[in-house]
């Protein structure tokens, strides 16, 4: 069956670099559309960044300068590249394409 599956997360000290990871398994075809979203503590759900098969990508304005995206296709992985952190980032992670992963868990103090 397809999955997501993220790590790399934990608590971090602010300024701190971290790198997330999202495996994907049992997709038959290359997807078109990978993303990062997340969800702080009583907050909705944020878009953090995604990037288009072609190689597009997009910032949430927040991030712009401090995250990136990236991507192994000869690993299926999915990264995200956090430099800089702030505690204002502390949040779940996911990744997503046509399914969520099942999230990560980001501390930053």
């Known amino acids: 069956h397809v999955q997501l599956v993220e790590s790399g997360g934990g608590s971090v000290q602010a300024g701190g670099s971290p790198r997330l990871s999202c495996a994907a398994s049992?997709?038959?075809?290359?997807?078109?559309?990978l993303a990062w979203f997340r969800q702080a503590p009583g907050k909705e759900l944020e878009g953090v960044t995604s990037?288009?098969?072609?190689?597009?990508?997009y910032y949430v304005d927040s991030v712009k300068g401090r995250f990136t995206i990236s991507r192994d296709f000869a690993k299926n992985t999915l990264y995200l590249q956090m430099n800089s952190l702030k505690t204002e980032d502390t949040a779940v992670y996911y990744c997503?394409?046509?399914?969520w992963g099942q999230g990560t868990q980001v501390t930053v103090s």
């Open positions: 049992g997709f038959a075809d290359d997807y078109l559309f």
């Open positions: 997503a394409t046509s399914i």
């Open positions: 990037m288009s098969r072609g190689g597009r990508t």
